[in-house]
C-alpha cells in the first residue's frame, strides 16, 4: 500500500499569503495524484489532478507540482473561502489518500 | 448540474446488513463508472468500492472485500452498495462519487453527494 504523509498537520495563515502543502509518497506514484479541498459539513472537492490539471471551475490560485514522491498544493494568495482541509489522493497503487492538512485562520 | 443524493445509512449492529443507494441526475448516469468513498467520523478518507459503467466490473478495497458488494441499476440512474457482515470499524459517513474520466475510469473522484451516515453499535 502506497502511504500519503501531507505535512503540515495544520498551517496557519492570514488572507492574502501564500499556502504551501506537501504530500509524500512513500514509493512513487508517477504524476498519479489529485489534492480535494473539504469544508465542514461538506463533500470533498477535486482541485487537482495528475499532479498538476486543475478541475474546471478551481481558480487559477491553485497550483498543484511535483511527479514521483513529492508533491505540492500551493495557494498563491489566500481567499476566506480557502480555509479547509486539504487531501492529496493516488491513484498509481489502488486509491489511497493523504491524513490531510487543516488550513486554518491565524 | 451534478446531484447526487445518498440514503440508507442507519444504526446497525455488528455482524448486521445494509444497503445505501445513491440517486444521480443531472448527467449521463450510463457514461460513467462510480465509486463509493467512505469517511470515519472525524479522520480522513478512504476509498470503498468501483464499478464500471455497464456493471460488469467492480472493484472493492481490501478492507471491505467479500462483505460488500457494489451495483448499479442505468434503468433507475442509480448506485448500490450491499453491506454485510459489519463491524464497528465500517462506521462512517459514506459518499458516492463519480469517476471524473467516464466510461474509462481513472479513480479520480469529480462529484460527490453529500454522504449518508452508517453507524455500526451493539
Known amino acids: 500500500e502506497v502511504v500519503l504523509t501531507q505535512s503540515p498537520a495544520t498551517l496557519s495563515l492570514s488572507p492574502g499569503e501564500r499556502a504551501t502543502l506537501s504530500c509524500r509518497a512513500s514509493q512513487s506514484v508517477r504524476s498519479h495524484l489529485a489534492w480535494y479541498q473539504q469544508k465542514p459539513a461538506q463533500a470533498p472537492r477535486l482541485l487537482i489532478y495528475d499532479a498538476l490539471n486543475r478541475t474546471t471551475g478551481v481558480p487559477a490560485r491553485f497550483r498543484g507540482s511535483g511527479s514521483g514522491t513529492d508533491f505540492t498544493l500551493t495557494i498563491s494568495s489566500l481567499e476566506p473561502e480557502d480555509f479547509a482541509v486539504y487531501y492529496c489522493?493516488?491513484?498509481?497503487?489502488?486509491?489511497?489518500f493523504g491524513q490531510g492538512t487543516r488550513l486554518e485562520i491565524k | 448540474e451534478v446531484h447526487l443524493v445518498e440514503s440508507g445509512g442507519v444504526v446497525a449492529q455488528p455482524g448486521g446488513s445494509l444497503r445505501l443507494s445513491c440517486a444521480a441526475s443531472?448527467?449521463?448516469?450510463?457514461?460513467?463508472?462510480m465509486h463509493w468513498v467512505r469517511q470515519a467520523p472525524g479522520k480522513g478518507l478512504e476509498w470503498v468500492c468501483l464499478i464500471s459503467w455497464d456493471g460488469g466490473t467492480s472493484y472493492c478495497a481490501d478492507s471491505v472485500k467479500g462483505r460488500f458488494t457494489i451495483s448499479r441499476d442505468n434503468s433507475k440512474k442509480s448506485l448500490y452498495l450491499q453491506m454485510n457482515s459489519l463491524r464497528v470499524e465500517d462506521s462512517g459517513l459514506y459518499y458516492c462519487?463519480?469517476?471524473?474520466?467516464?466510461?474509462?475510469?481513472?479513480?479520480?473522484?469529480?462529484?460527490w453527494g453529500q454522504g449518508t451516515l452508517v453507524t455500526v453499535s451493539s
Open positions: 462519487a463519480r469517476d471524473r474520466a467516464g466510461s474509462e475510469w481513472e479513480y479520480y473522484f469529480d462529484s
Open positions: 443531472g448527467f449521463i448516469f450510463d457514461d460513467y463508472a
Open positions: 489522493q493516488q491513484r498509481s497503487n489502488w486509491i489511497t
